[in-house]
């Protein structure tokens, strides 16, 4: 099948970039979405051209490392599904695909489909954990957790960190992404005593990071790969409520500072396209 | 260097290596070492820098560890985030001696099942070690918020795995190495919050530097800016997971690599039992020639599946059209009383001899049939949904085709290496204050590692074991000052950046997969499941010209000072090449079949593996002589004085 891509390159974060024009000619539908780039840049190296920089890591759907737009949907068509996962046989012959990076001011593109997303591990540095010294822990068993809880943890601890949501938010919001986090350990006996702490931090440092506020628009549960529902949002704002009402003005709120070598200046953010 | 003296093993020198095992009883050895370490002043812990590479399992729970008690730590990763290290696609789950069951389980048993799993290639002090320390995992992990799967009363839930007796395999959903890395990086990321930690992701260790006989750093690329820069420390720690990919297609993700070890292994550490290599019967087959990785279905699917291919070969019907009479199912044929349950090994070469016969079933003859036509009828779609529902639907969703209407089709592929850097039992290599962990290091598994296993000696390194012989290596002092401007980063930091203009001056052809693909093909068929003198002699023929070609034929765009993925994959590449003619050698040399190693020469008359405990039953560790040239054999003996030498046996 002949698949034509309309992909947008862009050297590095300080010059501009701009869709280009490929065409694979003889794509299998067998292929995934991430095989076809490998074929396209393959050729594109034997040529003596750039080839198209895309991450990717498993291509099983759970590093969380993939991801890019096509044709404005985050990893494409497929519910619950990441690009990695997507196979050409989705696609018709002839198809144009436009491919682009996540699209968030909190998500400097580095190159090409690449783009930073440090800012995520800087919300769960900022509480997203239980802390327990190495060694410390209780007996196993000693913690019961209801299997509903457990069960209701797991859903939302899926979440694979990969950003699809605050890309498809029009507030590049990543409160699903903190939400996740928030829940998670939330609903468990074990993070019950940072619960207040960790939903005032996250927050924080996502505002801090650069991304929107929510809207409850939902764009978001649509977009990600992994399921995770827009519940675990209710959830973070009931706990954001509740430790900001208790709060005393006096206590900090922790938040992680950028590292000092910061590795991408970005002249101008990236705009975000509708 | 000629053939002959690589076939000849018993002319290289062979110098016994010092594992400094504890003395005493085996149960006490752990505690004795612990006790015998020297430790650290608090209050000088922070004045000692520690590098950890990698971060999964092993290499987050190191950090995080490390940081925790006061150590100054520098963590590398090549990912964007150390949260997406390979460890997060194990799916089973991990063992634990708990006993939760009340089925008999204990730290001896599961001692026990992992020796006897590992084909009596392991070293038995290190394998006790870890069996003692699966049950302080599961506490650890559980308190940081692990959703582990539970019981309807809120106690942690366990199931059966692969070959034991006994059920003692902790699971969070399909996704147990997700869960568990994600407690591991969230402790990480606190230890960053806390100033205790800098994370460098995006970041590649090209070289390891060595001052006065000592690891003392490293050289590592910006994989965003280019940029080589020099990262000095009182000791570094490899956790940089294994070389499945040296395979090209397995079931690592793309980025997985050698070469840390690799460099590693250059600079003076010996790299040991390269050859042990494990290949997983159900793996999803590949499709085309664009494929760039494969992906492993759960083994459970063989309790209901039959496997089968056509009787004829090239018979190009639709399985539905092929009647009974014409089919064979060969592990039934072949093993009568495991029939589809033969052993991972022995089910996975049996797969390729069908397909090597012509009879293979879909794209390129590479797969065969897994069957669930008879179990459909026997206990209907609800059942089986019940049982299999998600894998069914991870098929569909990789080959678009429905496993409740046609048979799934299945091929080997490698999915872990029990081979690596050589450690004693502190976990240092040979290199004094180079440490190795998880999956790098040769590890406790011998030559076959038992299902939910690596999860389990992952977070044993990188918790519980690394924190403690890191202390006492640095507490033992004679580690002087240094700075990085230091004529050994110099070097390191010039040669770096000398390979990098090498890659992108080339100018040849055709980019870094193709050589990668080439060297992968020749290898699964020259070393693959099932290994001959003649096919590993005519692999060591062919690697050399390879990597010749390699040097020559590379094209590399672009350059170095910016975000270079084709640059990336070269540099990997490149040692991947040297890598597998060292695989390949150590196969050759092994003249037994054990565990993952089969030699064709050494089988039972039906088709197990044959050891030969009398000449083999040593590690074997390579010295690294330089390219090309043989390197140097040194043996460490194994001694079972507590699990009695046993042929494996699947009857």
Not at chain 1, 62 to 73: A, P, Q, Y
Not at chain 2, 86 to 114: C, E, M, P
Not at chain 2, 383 to 393: A, I, K, S
Not at chain 2, 548 to 572: D, H, K, M, P, Y
Request: contains cysteine.
């Amino acid at each position: 099948m002949r698949i034509v891509l309309e992909i947008w390159r862009q050297r590095n974060p300080r010059e501009a970039g701009a869709f280009v024009r490929y065409e694979v000619p003889d794509a299998s539908e067998h292929m995934s979405f991430l095989e076809l780039l490998d074929v396209l840049n393959n050729r594109l190296v034997e040529k003596g051209e750039d080839p198209v920089a895309f991450d990717s890591d498993c291509r099983e759907g759970i590093c969380g490392t993939c991801g890019f737009l096509v044709n404005g949907e985050a990893h494409g068509p497929l519910p619950n599904t990441t690009i990695c996962q997507t196979h050409m046989r989705e696609y018709k012959d002839g198809d144009v695909l436009r491919l682009e990076p996540w699209r968030a001011a909190a998500f400097p593109v580095l190159r090409d489909l690449v783009v930073d997303r440090s800012a995520l591990d800087r919300i769960i540095a900022a509480g997203g954990y239980i802390s327990v010294r190495t060694g410390s822990a209780p007996e196993a068993n000693s913690i019961l957790v209801p299997k509903t809880a457990a069960d209701r943890a797991m859903e939302a601890a899926a979440c694979i960190g990969c950003g699809a949501c605050v890309a498809a938010c029009p507030n590049a919001s990543a409160a699903l992404f903190a939400g996740a986090k928030i829940s998670h350990l939330g609903l468990l006996p074990q993070g019950q005593p940072e619960r207040p702490a960790r939903a005032l931090s996250m927050t924080a440092q996502a505002g801090q990071e650069g991304f929107g506020h929510c809207t409850s628009i939902g764009e978001c549960v649509a977009a990600c790969p992994a399921g995770i529902q827009l519940e675990v949002i209710s959830r973070m704002n009931a706990d954001f409520i509740r430790a900001a009402l208790s709060r005393r003005e006096t206590e900090p709120i922790a938040t992680v500072p950028k590292p000092a070598a910061v590795r991408v200046q970005v002249a101008e953010p990236p705009r975000k396209v509708e | 260097m000629t053939l002959d003296s690589r076939a000849a093993p018993a002319s290289l020198p062979a110098r016994p290596l010092d594992s400094r095992v504890p003395s005493g009883p085996l149960e006490q050895k752990w505690q004795r070492r612990k006790f015998e370490l020297k430790l650290v002043n608090p209050a000088n812990k922070r004045k000692h820098t520690v590098i950890v590479v990698g971060t999964g399992l092993a290499g987050a729970a190191a950090a995080a560890s490390l940081a925790e008690l006061g150590y100054d730590v520098l963590t590398f990763c090549y990912q964007d985030s150390p949260r997406r290290a390979h460890s997060i696609a194990a799916q089973g789950g991990i063992n634990a001696a708990k006993n939760y069951q009340n089925d008999g389980d204990s730290v001896q048993r599961l001692f026990y099942d992992t020796v006897k799993g590992g084909d009596f290639r392991s070293r038995e002090a290190n394998v006790h070690r870890l069996a003692e320390l699966s049950v302080n995992i599961i506490d650890q992990c559980a308190a940081q918020g692990v959703p582990f799967a539970r019981e309807y009363g809120g106690a942690l839930a366990n199931r059966s795995f692969g070959g034991a007796l006994v059920s003692r395999t902790f699971y969070a959903r399909g996704q147990t190495g997700q869960q568990l890395l994600l407690g591991a990086y969230q402790a990480l990321q606190r230890q960053v919050a806390a100033g205790k930690v800098r994370s460098q992701p995006r970041s590649e260790m090209l070289e390891l530097v060595t001052v006065d006989g000592r690891a003392r750093g490293i050289v590592a690329r910006d994989l965003v800016t280019g940029v080589v820069s020099s990262h000095t420390a009182d000791a570094v720690v490899l956790a940089t997971g294994g070389y499945s990919n040296v395979f090209y297609l397995s079931t690592n993700a793309r980025g997985c690599n050698a070469t840390a070890i690799w460099r590693a292994h250059r600079k003076g550490a010996l790299f040991a039992n390269p050859c042990f290599t494990q290949i997983h019967p159900t793996c999803i087959p590949r499709s085309g020639e664009h494929q760039s990785k494969l992906t492993l279905m759960s083994e459970s699917l063989r309790n209901d599946g039959r496997v089968w291919v056509p009787r004829a070969k090239g018979d190009a019907r639709r399985p539905a059209e092929i009647p009974d009479g014409q089919r064979d199912y060969f592990l039934e044929r072949m093993y009568p009383t495991y029939g589809n349950l033969a052993p991972r090994d022995i089910a996975s070469r049996a797969a390729k001899t069908v397909c090597d016969e012509g009879r293979g079933v879909g794209p390129g003859g590479l797969g065969v049939y897994l069957d669930f036509r008879d179990a459909f009828a026997r206990l209907g779609g609800k059942v089986l949904d019940e049982r299999y529902g998600n894998l069914f639907e991870m098929y569909q969703r990789i080959t678009g085709d429905d496993p409740h209407a046609a048979p799934m089709r299945i091929y080997p592929a490698v999915h872990y290496v029990m081979g690596g850097l050589w450690v004693d039992y502190d976990l240092m290599s040979t290199i004094p204050g180079l440490f190795v962990a998880g999956e790098a290091n040769f590890s406790d598994h011998g030559a076959n590692r038992l299902g939910a296993s690596a999860l389990m000696q992952g977070l044993a390194d990188g918790y519980f074991v690394i924190p403690y012989t890191v202390g006492d290596y640095l507490a033992r002092g004679g580690i002087g000052k240094l700075d990085a401007g230091h004529a050994a980063f110099q070097d390191a930091e010039r040669e770096v950046i000398y390979r990098t203009r090498r890659f992108l001056s080339i100018g040849g052809k055709h980019p870094a997969d193709h050589f990668h693909r080439r060297l992968g093909a020749l290898l699964w068929d020259q070393c693959g499941m099932a290994r001959s003198r003649e096919s590993l002699t005519r692999a060591l023929e062919e690697i050399p010209r390879l990597r010749e070609e390699f040097w020559s034929g590379l094209r590399v765009t672009g350059a170095g000072e910016e975000l270079n993925q084709e640059l990336e994959r070269a540099g990997r590449v490149a040692d991947f090449l040297e890598l597998a003619e060292l695989l390949c050698l150590d196969a050759l040399h092994r003249e037994e079949s054990c565990g993952g190693h089969f030699r064709v020469e050494h089988q039972t008359p039906d088709g197990e593996a044959l050891r030969d405990d009398g000449k083999f039953a040593y590690v074997a560790a390579w010295e690294w002589k330089g390219t090309g040239e043989p390197p140097t054999l040194h043996k460490e003996p194994l001694v079972f004085e507590h699990v009695p030498l046993q042929q494996r046996s699947y009857k």
